[in-house]
Each structure stands twice: as C-alpha cells, then as structure tokens.
C-alpha cells in the first residue's frame, strides 16, 4: 500500500506569507504527528493528532504555526506571516494509534520549507 | 522532559566491516521506547530497530543489533557487514508517553560513511 504522502515536496516563499504544507496519512492509521527538522539537527516534535482532535501540541513554537485535521485523514499544517526562522524540513508520521504499545511511526518524505 | 544525545557527528567503516553508533539518553520514566531511524539523502526516515525498555534482551533486525544499557541509559547500535546501501544520517529516539502523547525525542544524528 501506499505510505506517508506529503505535498509540496519543496516550498520557497518571502518572508511574512502564508503557507501550507499537506499531509497524507498511511489509509487507517489514527496517529498523525508534525516534527520540523532544521539543518544538522534531529527532528522536533511540533503536534500529535489522535483522530481529528490534537491531542499534543506543545511542540508548537508559537501562535504563527496551526494545524488541522478535519477528517482525521489529511492534515494541513498552516504557518502565517513566516520568519526566515521557519526554513526547514517538515516531516509528517502516521502510525496506527495504539496507547502503550509499540506503535511504529512511519514518515514521509517532508517538505523542505524555505522563507526568503 | 527527556533528552536524547547522540556523541558522535560523524562516523565512518569499509565495507563489510562492523561499526557502533553511541546514543545516551535522560528519563525518569521506567517504562519506555528506544528506536534507531535511518534518514538518506531521500529524506525519508526509515525505522531499523526498536527496543523496550521492560525487555532485558537486546533487539535485532538482521544485520543490525542493539546493546540497550537500561541503568547506564545507553542505547548504541551495531551494524555488521556494512554495505554500501547502509550509509545515511542515522537517529536513535525516545518515545514519550507522557499525557497521552506519544512523540518521538530524537537525538541530532550521527552520520555514517561507508567506504568500498
């Protein structure tokens, strides 16, 4: 089956607009989790959805990055009035959503995000 | 909140030969999840191996192994027979089940050269 699907695959934009990066999730799997990966570093945890609801999102950096997940397939990950800050990589997982077990996260390819 | 450090930047190995990739981490939690992911220039991270923390035996996958250190709160894996295909950034995880969410901690990576 298909894996983890992320739209665009590269993004540039100027500094202070709006962007959206589009997540496919594997088909039923109930997890879906945004990390960001600056150059040279691992990557950071920024929101967790069970379902349609976030059920984490303290890795949020501030209130410029939301995300939705209306459906609790798709997710969209909105940065408004970007920072030359906000270039990086943006990885998007899934995984089935079992608490507790051994749920393995399997990512997609990112979006590599780059604020001019 | 936990940390996950990985000491070695860069590491490198013949082909054929075995290397160790060092991961330490810090937790106060008893019961968690280690995993080793490997990231190619594609950007996709790709599982390899994954521990539990209340399993005394160590994970294999294969060529890959793991020495899992609980009270030492070390983690490093082993590769054996290295092969050309094995060169990547390679990122040992946390998993963190703390209030429900389950992210992934990760460490900055280490990467690894694999020389004919």
């Known amino acids: 089956g298909a894996g983890v699907s992320q739209t665009p695959s590269n993004k540039v934009t100027e500094k202070g607009k709006y962007v959206e990066l589009r997540c496919d999730p594997i088909?039923?799997?109930?997890?879906l989790y945004w990390y960001r990966q600056s150059l040279g570093q691992g990557p950071e945890f920024l929101i967790y959805?069970?379902?349609?609801?976030?059920?984490?999102d303290s890795g949020l950096p501030n209130d410029r990055f939301f995300a939705v997940r209306p459906e609790g397939s798709v997710s969209t990950l909105k940065i408004q009035r970007t920072e030359r800050g906000d270039s990086a990589v943006y990885l998007c997982?899934?995984?089935?959503?079992?608490?507790?077990?051994?749920?393995?996260?399997?990512f997609g390819p990112g979006t590599r995000l780059t604020v001019l | 909140a936990q940390t996950v450090t990985q000491s070695q930047p860069e590491m490198s190995v013949q082909e054929a030969e075995t290397v160790t990739l060092s991961c330490t981490y810090d937790?106060?939690?008893?019961?968690?999840?280690l995993f080793w992911y490997k990231q190619p220039p594609s950007r996709q991270m790709i599982l390899v191996i994954r521990?539990?923390?209340?399993?005394?035996q160590n994970a294999t996958e294969n060529r890959f192994s793991v020495n899992f250190q609980k009270a030492a709160k070390s983690f490093s894996l082993k590769i054996s027979d290295s092969q050309l295909g094995d060169a990547a950034m390679y990122f040992c995880?946390?998993?963190?089940?703390?209030?429900?969410?389950?992210?992934?901690?990760f460490g900055k990576g280490t990467k690894l050269t694999v020389n004919p």
């Open positions: 997982a899934s995984s089935q959503g079992g608490s507790g077990s051994t749920d393995t996260q399997y």
């Open positions: 959805f069970q379902g349609t609801g976030a059920a984490d």
């Open positions: 088909s039923g799997h109930t997890a």
């Open positions: 521990q539990e923390a209340y399993k005394q």
């Open positions: 995880a946390y998993r963190s089940w703390q209030g429900g969410s389950e992210k992934l901690v």
């Open positions: 937790t106060s939690e008893s019961d968690y999840y």
